[in-house]
């Protein structure tokens, strides 16, 4: 009856060792049922631990902020724009990219479950999963701001994307000063997940040495 | 349904807790779950909605003590067993027991090194869409207890339409084996006191993805 | 606040599985619970309010986990530490570490013979009634983080006045220390297909009661 | 992570156990604090476990059902009329009895917590305090109804009443047919609990034998 003990999310002791039990008998089954191929499933992962993740939604910001024409193809159609560039993990029909300014900050969430736009950001982060932000970013998104230290003018307009279908949210943060002449490689290396989901900022030159 | 997933707007979780330098799993298991569910909906097994509402039909408490990815492997097992691809017997073995249910496909090693592409949800039209950016729409008050995309804290909701992303599948049917159903899609954007009363953080405005028989024009 | 307790119309909790021949307490510890909270209740060291706000406070994950008196044990150990009448320290060596701090009065075993009488909640009147029966009203789109008993089903909803329960101690006030701040209190019914649309039962009528400040005329 | 392991409301093993302990450890506080008395709490306990209970309810609906001049009196103001019985345990200001008929058929529910006529019908019953009770019986009380055996005709106006304020309410159910001339005493033995929170209806003659 403690308060605090339920929190699943970061529990990995003994009942892990139960789950990864069931989660072995369900690849056994499917595998020897013939629907599945392991070594097909080793190479999702793999795909997921190197080359998908938000260097990929990086490069595409980093291109939008040096590039006018790309940017203004990437805020009218994202999807199509993302394919030009020829990505790791292809992007599919459905990415939207919007475009944050000193009047207006985009979030995006997923109150229904824990959509994300894999494609270009990689897996979503647990925080994103959690039942914290998909109940309070549409209704305290500052609350929810402050929680990552992020703290925006009192008459900024906050906008948050409930990703309630298959449209898939990719927020371009504002170019941080003190970045004239950079060459996208090294502002690529200001964009983080955060700035990309609108729960962060891009880093200031300052911060990247 | 107006299920415990729905949970936008609820009070009482707690603070946001970012993970400095978070891998991209906790566990191994964790990622055989995500390659499963990719691979058997690559295989053609069931849809992401049929996904989505086996989650939705866990039993809240599990549903909001269960980790993500623990989430998924039990959906998984619900999917499998009501679609008639294993039973309980073989999930509790550990076995096959029986013989397949025949798959459209199988995900090989090659297919994912090519770049595996997401599905588009676009679908031939019916007729034309109903409403245009600029519009204002009601949302409507319904609560089918089957899955749906409308969340409840945005029922019966005076909002504006700002995009149209064109005709995609229905999830509230295709969840139930009622097909694609093709509507037309809209971002409709609300006022956060139009959500949450007047005492709102009046710089807030929401935004949701709403399928046409989601909506009224007000 | 729109916490987990404001469970009305929430779908997926299964059947109601009523016990045959239950007893007034399936553990002894279930009613020194129930005892010690009408005793504290007595005392005067909270109202019920409070107790209910408490409640509402535990995590989501523990509130539907837990027990009826579990829940009410973990809000008793709540106000007893956020009021100071004990401290978490003392909670854990199960013993009195510190001095008490003063209750108005205690409860004894002969005021528990003569028979408790529950308190009365209606406070004198600051102004008129604003609605009689028969009465059009509209409840409030309201989410206060604090504690409320207007539930979220029946928010922003159209209803008629059916009674006038005379005024009342205003929980919303009361459960924050804020005072009694006496309201009116009405029993408004609603149509089923008003709160759950189109495909409600059509028989259905549900009735909240509803303080003034939760209601506007309509 | 098995689907079925989170129902504590019926569990009572080894984690009651950790309950009991804390459960010790608070009385124990608040004794030595000098808050409550232990005499105090086995009086209110004895009195939930011999005095108070459904029958007190049992007895107000036997005698509405005798006495035409007390129903009329119940139906007006409830908390007035019980207390006029003398109850063992005295009902307090805000009682209201709501009465079935053929046509309209009344069910009681507190979807915010679990309040209850305790003075008139002693201790909720653990569903009457679940989460299925408390989510469902404002949606879909025929469903309620029928998880309870009870099948209402199609033409029934159902009426919950969600006790959302300190007002409690009790039903008053249809007096069975074939119990003309029966005393207030023997009537009472039809009157049951759930009749009285309306998920239930009174017992038929032949069903007390």
Same sequence: chains 1, 4.
């Avoid at chain 1, 003190?178 to 300052?206: C, F, H, N």
Wanted: some cysteine; aromatic content about 8%.
């Amino acid at each position: 009856m403690a308060e605090h003990d339920h929190d699943h999310d970061h529990q990995h002791g003994s009942e892990l060792s139960e789950t990864q039990l069931r989660v072995r008998a369900l690849e056994t089954v499917l595998t020897e049922k013939g629907y599945i191929d392991p070594a097909a499933l080793d190479a999702i992962i793999e795909a997921y631990e190197t080359k998908v993740g938000p260097h990929n939604g990086a490069r595409v910001v980093a291109k939008a902020w040096s590039d006018p024409a790309f940017r203004r193809d990437l805020l009218a159609d994202a999807s199509k724009a993302v394919s030009a560039l020829g990505h790791e993990s292809r992007v599919g029909d459905h990415l939207v990219a919007v475009e944050n300014t000193p009047a207006l900050h985009n979030m995006i969430v997923c109150t229904l479950c824990s959509c994300y736009p894999w494609e270009v950001l990689g897996l979503p982060p647990v925080w994103y999963k959690s039942a914290p932000y998909r109940s309070r970013a549409v209704k305290d998104p500052r609350g929810v701001l402050a929680d990552f230290g992020v703290s925006l003018p009192k008459d900024t307009e906050i906008r948050v994307w409930d990703s309630t279908a298959e449209t898939r949210f990719l927020v371009l943060p504002m170019r941080p000063p003190g970045t004239d002449g950079w060459s996208e490689e090294r502002l690529a290396r200001l964009v983080t997940r955060d700035s990309m989901i609108g729960t962060g900022l891009a880093k200031r030159p300052e911060e990247v040495a | 349904m107006d299920g415990i997933h729905d949970m936008g707007g609820m009070d009482g979780f707690g603070k946001v807790e970012p993970e400095p330098n978070e891998p991209p799993f906790h566990a191994a298991w964790e990622g055989r779950v995500l390659a499963m569910q990719r691979a058997m909906g690559y295989a053609g097994a069931w849809q992401i909605d049929m996904s989505r509402f086996a989650q939705e039909r866990l039993p809240p408490q599990v549903y909001i003590t269960a980790s993500y990815y623990q989430r998924w492997a039990l959906a998984m097992e619900r999917n499998l067993v009501e679609r008639g691809y294993a039973d309980a017997e073989e999930l509790a073995a550990g076995h096959a027991l029986r013989p397949a249910k025949p798959l459209k496909r199988k995900l090989t090693t090659d297919v994912v090194r090519q770049g595996m592409t997401r599905g588009s949800f676009y679908r031939q039209a019916q007729a034309p869409a109903r409403f245009k950016p600029g519009d204002r729409v009601r949302t409507k008050n319904i609560h089918p207890p089957t899955h749906t995309r409308l969340p409840r804290y945005a029922r019966g909701r005076l909002g504006v339409v700002q995009l149209v992303h064109g005709c995609h599948a229905f999830p509230d049917t295709v969840a139930i084996d009622k097909g694609d159903n093709p509507q037309w899609l809209y971002t409709v954007v609300f006022e956060g006191t139009e959500l949450w009363g007047a005492e709102a953080d009046p710089t807030l405005k929401v935004s949701i993805d709403a399928f046409e028989p989601y909506l009224d024009p007000a």
